[in-house]
């Protein structure tokens, strides 16, 4: 991936985040471990505002996603309450509530983020045969369908843009991320995840599209999907150049939070290989106030 000039501020967070994953290493694996012999934790969520124990299956490899897993009764699992406290703190620093929009609208995810912002848009992408802006039925519910890459929101006409585990699962990330930028603001956030390969220089590209025909580079892997029980291809494995690509879309002050969080039940994926380890890291983005 092209590396810009901006991207030095990227690569110093990257060397000031790698030190602090480096020091929480051994408390984060005696935890995980607890998780996983207990089968539970406690914890506060702040999904739901309430202490509560967290759920953690196993599978049968003898480790799971940690941060998949590790379920509240609301259904808020450890990613989500991760990004969820990284939301509250850039709210507490906005001077009012922003127009938001979020690629999300049928994950436990929504509640929470709808009590924080009243007039917020989530969607989903519900298939190559909608146009974004669509209203589609799905399970009962209207759902707004809108594809990240070429969305239906007027340019400059939001403060807030998200998107949480979504990214990976666009065949073309970087016109994602353009397109998020369009839609903001001067001045706006763009808070997102991804999982982030802390160990990857270069990100990996699994899959992309050749004139609308999908191309596997690498064999093809699946995340769970709320829309679609088959599960969303992933295009994209992230890594250090992830900062690069967010300020190649035009966005300042690339900042990466980590929400690592014991006594919220935020821990890492606890993925005991290291090329598949992932911190619970949550990406924030300005769109420069003076920007055309
Ligand atoms: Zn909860």
């Known amino acids: 991936m092209q590396v810009a000039d901006e991207s030095r501020r990227g690569f110093d967070g990257m060397s000031s985040l790698q030190a602090v994953m480096d020091a929480l290493s051994p408390v984060a694996l ?14 506060y969520c702040r999904g739901c505002g309430i202490w509560s124990w967290f759920v953690q299956p196993l599978e049968a490899e003898g480790w799971a996603n940690l941060s998949e897993g590790m379920l509240c009764a609301c259904g808020l699992n450890g990613r989500m309450r991760g990004v969820l406290a990284v939301v509250d703190d850039v709210l507490a620093r906005m001077d009012a509530v ?3 929009a979020v690629f999300e609208r049928l994950t436990p995810m929504f509640g929470p983020l709808l009590r924080r912002l009243p007039g917020i848009t989530g969607s989903e992408f519900l298939g190559m ?13 209207q759902v707004r369908h809108e594809s990240m ?5 007027a340019s400059g006409s939001l403060g807030l843009v998200m998107h949480f585990d979504v990214l990976e699962h666009v065949p073309d990330p970087m016109a994602a991320l353009r397109e998020c930028h369009r839609i903001l603001v001067p001045g706006g956030r763009l808070v ?8 990857l220089t270069i990100s990996i590209r699994r899959a992309w599209l050749r004139d609308g025909v999908l191309v596997h580079d690498l064999p093809a892997a699946y995340h769970g999907n709320p829309v679609d029980e088959g599960g969303a291809l992933v295009f994209t494995q992230f890594g250090q150049d992830l900062f690069d690509m967010v300020a190649a879309a035009g966005f300042c002050g690339v900042e990466a939070r980590l929400a690592f969080n014991p006594v919220e039940g935020v821990l890492t994926n606890a993925c005991p ?20």
Request: charged share 20%; net charge negative.
């Open 30 to 43: 005696m935890l995980e471990k607890q998780a996983f012999d207990q089968g539970r934790a406690f914890g």
């Open 98 to 100: 922003p127009e938001a």
């Open 129 to 141: 045969q909608y146009r974004s802006g669509d209203m589609v039925e799905h399970g009962g519910l």
């Open 149 to 153: 890459d070429d969305t239906s929101y």
């Open 192 to 199: 997102f995840s991804t999982p982030f390969y802390e160990e």
């Open 273 to 292: 290989y290291p090329d598949g380890h992932a911190w619970p890291v949550v990406f924030v983005a300005a769109k420069p106030a003076a920007s055309a």
